[in-house]
Every structure is written in C-alpha cells, then in structure tokens.
Nanobody
C-alpha cells in the first residue's frame, strides 16, 4: 500500500523559511514523477513543483521558482520542498503527490495526473 506522509509545515513570519518533507512508502517511484501542490482557503489547488525521481530534473511554478526548490533523497525515499523568503500569500495546505508514470512536464502540472496523495501539511505565513 502506497503511503505519502508530509511533514515540516508550521507558522512562520514573512521572510522566513521552511522545508517540507514527503516520505514515500509502499513502493518506489523511479522513472515516474512526484510533485507538490497547495490549496489556500477558498481557492483551487494549484501546482507548485514536480521532480523526476530518476535524474532529478525539475519543474517549478513561475510564481515560486525564485524561492522554492524541490529535491529528493533516493536513499530515504523522501521528497523535499525548500521554501525561502516566504510571503503571506504562500499560506496554504501543501500536499505531496506521486504518479505511476511520467507523461511530460505539461501534464505533470495537473493534479489529475497523480495517483497518490499525502494528507497535507499546513503552512501559515504571518505578515
């Protein structure tokens, strides 16, 4: 049974940093893609970043690409999202997700492409 567990969220002041972790268990996703999405209150879930498990190539949303970095530790089967210079508009529940296959970066931005989801971790940035 595949399980994704996020951690690392919390309350931080504007300009601060957080590192989110997503620990995967039940299988490995080599050859596939994992990603981070977020959902703010009253808004639709939006793409943040994705990464190929093999090779480590990444795609990060324009809105955060100068501040967020996605990475993996294959030995730990864990994905990370390093966030710096956080802004109040980054406040959201952050979800990690994994797909059974990689179908290109355009599709990797769509939550419908992902088969497995974590429970989410709250990030709150105060002004």
């Amino acid at each position: 049974q595949v399980q994704l567990v996020e951690s690392g969220g919390g309350l931080v002041q504007a300009g601060g940093s957080l590192r989110l972790s997503c620990a995967a268990s039940g299988r490995t996703f080599s050859g596939s893609v994992m990603g981070w999405f977020r959902q703010a209150p009253g808004k639709e879930r939006e793409f943040v970043a994705s990464i190929r498990w093999s090779g480590g190539s990444t795609y990060v949303a324009d809105s955060v690409k100068d501040r967020f970095t996605i990475s993996t530790d294959n030995a730990k089967n864990t994905m990370y999202l390093q966030m710096i210079s956080l802004k109040p508009e980054d406040t959201a529940v952050y979800y990690c997700a994994a797909a059974d296959s990689f179908r290109g970066w355009v599709l990797a931005k769509r939550d419908s492409q992902y088969n497995y989801w974590g429970q989410g971790t709250q990030v709150t940035v105060s002004s």
